[in-house]
Nanobody
Framework: QVQLVESGGGLVEAGGSLRLSCVAS????????MAWFRQTPGSERKFVAGISRFGERTSYVDSVKGRFSISRDNAKNTVYLQMNSLEPGDTAIYYC???????????????????WGQGTQVTVSS
């Protein structure tokens, strides 16, 4: 059973920074592509950033390019999302997700992830 546990959310002023962490357990971490999604009330969960199983490839939604950075440490079974220059529009619940890659080293899907964390709230005040 794969478990994902996020941390690092909170309240921050516009222009500030936060770093989210997600620790995985229950399987070999490096078999997964990892991603962060976010969701606001009444909206669908949306892809924010993803990273390939060994970190060589990343993918971002246009609205966070240049502000957010995803990384992973396979020795610590952890994926991170560094969020800088935060805007009120970034306010959401952020979810960590994992998808088995079937050996595809550079694959970074933007949907259909199998495993999910419980989410962490990020609130950006204006």
């Amino acid at each position: 059973q794969v478990q994902l546990v996020e941390s690092g959310g909170g309240l921050v002023e516009a222009g500030g920074s936060l770093r989210l962490s997600c620790v995985a357990s229950g399987a070999t971490f490096s078999i997964f592509a990892m991603a962060w999604f976010r969701q606001t009330p009444g909206s669908e969960r949306k892809f924010v950033a993803g990273i390939s199983r060994f970190g060589e490839r990343t993918s971002y939604v246009d609205s966070v390019k240049g502000r957010f950075s995803i990384s992973r440490d396979n020795a610590k079974n952890t994926v991170y999302l560094q969020m800088n220059s935060l805007e009120p529009g970034d306010t959401a619940i952020y979810y960590c997700a994992a998808e088995p890659t079937g050996g595809r080293t550079l694959w970074v899907p933007r949907s259909d992830y199998e495993y999910w964390g419980q989410g962490t709230q990020v609130t950006v005040s204006s």
